[in-house]
Structure formats: structure tokens, C-alpha cells
């Protein structure tokens, strides 16, 4: 996995619209990154701290929803 993403690459990796981990910015939800040419700059080590967010919001489905 690289080690910086995107906005659109963390809702690609997620399967969820690139909105909702923008809104979790804008929002205050979570700090909001570095950014470079303007962009979110976001770290590896920030993704669990957005699925736990997604997940606060019901915008990603809990591991014990997802059918084996």
C-alpha cells in the first residue's frame, strides 16, 4: 500500500464516495491532513482512525455485517 493516499484513493480502497471521507474533514470529524498541491495528503496510519469514523456514521458496515 503507499504510504501517502488521496481522498480518492482512501474511498476507492473503501468502496465508499470519495464525499464521505472529504465531509469527515470538513466536518471536524477528523484533524485535518497536510496537504500538498492542494490536496489531502493522507497517511497510512490514519485509516483506522477513518474506518472508525465511517463506521460512527454508519457509512461503512461493521466487520460482523459483511457475510463471509
Do not use: C, Q, Y
Amino acid at each position: 500500500m503507499p504510504e501517502l493516499l488521496s481522498t480518492n484513493d482512501v474511498a476507492r480502497l473503501l468502496r465508499v464516495p470519495e464525499w464521505r471521507i472529504r465531509r469527515l474533514f470538513e466536518t471536524s470529524a477528523l484533524p485535518e491532513p497536510g496537504r500538498f498541491a492542494g490536496r489531502r495528503v493522507i497517511t497510512g496510519d490514519m485509516l483506522p482512525g477513518i474506518i472508525d469514523a465511517l463506521r460512527d456514521r454508519n457509512w461503512l458496515p461493521s466487520p460482523e455485517a459483511i457475510p463471509s
